[in-house]
């Protein structure tokens, strides 16, 4: 079982749908929990930086971790073309500084105008 | 704050030759790590950089060494190339004491023939 679990998609939805992406992950020391957003010849860019289990919300973006399922989502609210991209969770333990951070293989999803 | 500088942004390189990647982190930001990023695999972590010290490293061969400066700046070597090392090779930096998360520069796309 890979450590992290990321349905590559593509995923594709009307502008302004409510868009649901999510990971899941083997390694219950997981606790801290990011999503990167990366467009087509760039780097990843942090969209969310979540602490074990709760949500977090930031403009039209929602984090939430169920750290008891080992599952994560990011919820996009109104979505716009502008948000087509690939959608990368990662993650890593409590070790703080010692840490690997693990990436999921990232979801491509286009929101269609 | 000027954000992760990586170059150069593409490379064509033959089989057998070797490489060198170069990264300029975030001012502050002692950490360097660097992942290799193909369409397969995803983001697979090749190694991490601490002060000048090698602080954690991915399950990669010897041809990918790395190195960090005093100025933090980092540079990544492969010898040897082969086909496969084809990639985007992604460059991080973090304030590694807070667990701050990484923060990318857009890579290098490295091209083998």
């Known amino acids: 079982q890979k450590e992290v679990e990321q349905d590559p998609g593509p995923l594709s939805v009307p502008e302004g749908a409510i868009v649901s992406l999510n990971c899941t992950y083997s390694?219950?020391?997981?606790?801290?929990f990011m999503w990167y957003r990366q467009y087509s010849r760039k780097g990843p860019e942090l969209l969310m930086y979540?602490?074990?289990?709760g949500n977090k919300e930031d403009g039209r973006f929602t984090a939430q971790v169920d750290k008891s399922s080992k599952y994560i989502s990011l919820f996009i609210r109104d979505s716009q073309p502008s948000d087509s991209a690939t959608y990368l969770c990662a993650m890593s333990g409590p070790r703080r500084r010692d840490d690997k951070i693990i990436f999921g293989k990232g979801t491509r999803l286009h929101i269609l105008p | 704050k000027a954000g992760v500088t990586q170059t150069p942004r593409y490379l064509i390189k033959t089989r057998g030759q070797q490489v060198t990647l170069s990264c300029s982190p975030i001012?502050?930001?002692?950490?360097v790590s660097w992942y290799q990023q193909t369409p397969g695999q995803g983001l697979q972590f090749l190694f991490e950089y601490f002060s000048e010290t090698q602080r954690n490293k991915g399950n990669f061969p010897g041809r990918f060494s790395g190195r960090q400066f005093s100025n933090s700046r980092s540079e990544m070597n492969v010898s040897t190339l082969e086909l496969g090392d084809s990639a985007l090779y992604l460059c991080?930096?973090?304030?590694?004491?807070?667990?701050?998360?990484?923060?990318f520069g857009n890579g290098t796309r490295l091209t083998v023939t």
């Open positions: 979540t602490y074990s289990s």
């Open positions: 991080a930096s973090r304030d590694r004491q807070s667990n701050s998360p990484l923060h």
């Open positions: 001012s502050g930001h002692r950490s």
């Open positions: 390694n219950s020391a997981f606790q801290y």
